[in-house]
């Protein structure tokens, strides 16, 4: 009976309360859905600005394509390096309103259009404007009214850079470049030095970029930093040969930057741009810092600029590891379009032979895992897409860089691509755990752990190293470089141990 009192009491508290709201009141209540609280997965912060990209080849831009445009949306990548001609946008001295744009709208527009945020390097000067297209310019206006009106016509672009590979010192020897030529002496003979005439021009464009998109980023340098000339090379250099690049070139940029301050609200560039190969992380940059792969080599740029004061962030405008074997004849002869220097980030075709799809997989996994780690804001691989076996009569076939091949179909490297940025996309660096015999790098997402990791491997052969790992965990989720995922527990020990091999994988603890 006691109970029945209660709930009669009850039901007439509740009529009571019902009775007591209004009509309109009472015709808001809406059904309430409960949903499971899953606060292990929350994220306070915001989403961070995503750091993948890719770069075109010359032979084609991924704009052109709806199929290579789907595959890039599809792999959740952000990012597109655009190489724009300045020789083809004013051929002839002119004003901006007479400009072609054909070239540039038909490159720019169709990946503002997909949600891809173009990054757009301007370089390859016209005959009127300097004596080689790839340095120093008669007169350094002229190159700031073209980079201007872009940034005025495009407001969406993010990033502009200022010529690839700028430290290139060996223009007047091979009359060719890989984009950019500052890096010797006196190239144009007008009493200043080459580094010093690309500051100017630094201070010029940047001005003229935000004055017309003041959000813009200008990207400078844009760095080869390897395979350096004998001429300026360090005495511990494992040199690949010696070639084409001015060590001395950021040390020298950054001096006279420093000697030659602007006024308030003035800069002479935002990030600082360059170029990563996985060859030359571990022939030298590895073995000189204790950093693993692109950390290495980050490492001694942002030495370099705290000796001089700066801080600049870091954005890698080309990193590559190439996916098929050359032949194994010696090199052969390049002539024009292809320059003696596109040949400089690679080693010899025979220390190439035998280097798999698969490798370059594993290749493009662990490079970017180290870009998330040492907190470098942006790269882009290159290329976007395989060069033709045979192209005009040149031995394209050199040139496999692609993670889709010259059919824009996927490589393995496509789906390590989007493995990667799947499972580790907005995730910080926490630890990392580094041996001669293998990589633990950590992340964490709010309250998730991921930990990206491998046995060390040769790689230019194929190879099948082993490496033990331990994991403090009750659960461990493990996921290949292709997403194939795979559950293991601790059978009640509180700790789990995992043998890895050369191809990395992402472990989820207690997923």
Not at 47 to 69: C, K, N, R, T
Not at 195 to 213: F, V
Not at 323 to 338: G, L, M, N, R, V
Not at 345 to 360: D, I, K, N, R, S
Request: aromatic share 12%; charged share 15%; proline share 8%.
């Amino acid at each position: 009976m006691g109970a029945s009192l209660l709930g009669l009491v009850c039901l007439v508290v509740g009529f009571a309360l019902t009775g007591s709201m209004s009509l309109a009141a009472r015709q808001q209540l809406t059904p309430r859905v409960f949903l499971p609280l899953q606060l292990r997965d929350y994220q306070a912060e915001p989403s961070s600005p995503s750091p993948f990209g890719i770069s075109s080849s010359e032979y084609f831009d991924v704009g052109a394509s709806p199929q290579a445009l789907n595959l890039v949306v599809t792999a959740g990548i952000k990012h597109s390096r655009v190489a724009l001609f300045w020789d083809q946008i004013e051929p002839v001295n002119t004003t901006p309103d007479n400009y072609n744009w054909s070239s540039v709208d038909a490159a720019i527009l169709p990946l503002l259009a997909q949600g891809i945020e173009p990054y757009v390097l301007v370089g390859r000067s016209p005959a009127w404007a300097a004596s080689a297209d790839c340095g120093p310019l008669y007169d350094p206006n002229d190159y700031a009214e073209l980079i201007g009106a872009l940034a005025a016509r495009y407001p969406q672009v993010k990033y502009w850079g200022l010529y690839n590979e700028v430290d290139g010192a060996v223009y007047s020897q091979v009359h060719g470049s890989s984009g950019g030529c500052f890096g010797e002496d006196d190239l144009d003979g007008n009493g200043n030095p080459d580094y010093a005439d690309y500051a100017e021009l630094m201070r010029l464009a940047w001005r003229a970029i935000h004055a017309a998109s003041p959000n813009a980023q200008m990207s400078f340098a844009n760095l080869a930093f390897d395979n350096f000339t004998p001429e300026t090379q360090p005495p511990d250099y494992a040199s690949t040969g010696g070639c084409c690049f001015n060590y001395d070139f950021l040390d020298n940029l950054l001096g006279y930057i420093k000697a030659h301050p602007l006024p308030p609200g003035e800069k002479y560039g935002d990030v600082l741009g360059f170029n990563n190969y996985i060859y030359y992380d571990v022939a030298y940059w590895e073995r000189k810092f204790p950093q693993v792969g692109i950390g290495a080599k980050a490492q001694a740029l942002r030495e370099i600029e705290a000796k001089h004061g700066f801080d600049f962030p870091l954005v890698i405008t080309e990193m590559s590891a190439r996916a098929t074997a050359a032949s194994q004849s010696s090199t052969p002869e390049i002539s024009p379009p292809f320059s003696p220097l596109m040949l400089m980030h690679a080693p010899a075709p025979a220390a190439l032979h035998g280097v798999t799809p698969e490798m370059q997989a594993r290749q493009l996994a662990e490079m970017y895992a180290q870009l998330l780690y040492y907190d470098i804001k942006l790269g882009m691989w290159w290329t976007w897409d395989d060069f033709p076996d045979d192209c005009a009569g040149y031995p394209c076939d050199l040139f496999k860089y692609g993670i889709v091949d010259a059919n824009y179909s996927p490589k393995p490297s496509y789906f390590a691509y989007k493995t990667l940025i799947a499972q580790l996309r907005d995730f910080k660096p926490t630890n990392a755990m580094v041996t001669s015999k293998s990589v633990n790098l950590g992340f964490r997402r709010g309250n998730l752990r991921k930990h990206f990791v491998y046995a060390k491997s040769d790689i230019f052969e194929e190879s099948s190293p082993t490496a033990r790992m331990s994991f403090e965990a009750q659960r461990i989720r493990v996921t290949d470089m292709f997403g194939a995922s795979s559950l293991h527990t601790d059978k009640g020990t509180g700790k789990i141990i995992l043998t890895v091999g050369a191809n990395p994988v992402y472990v989820e603890i207690n997923p």
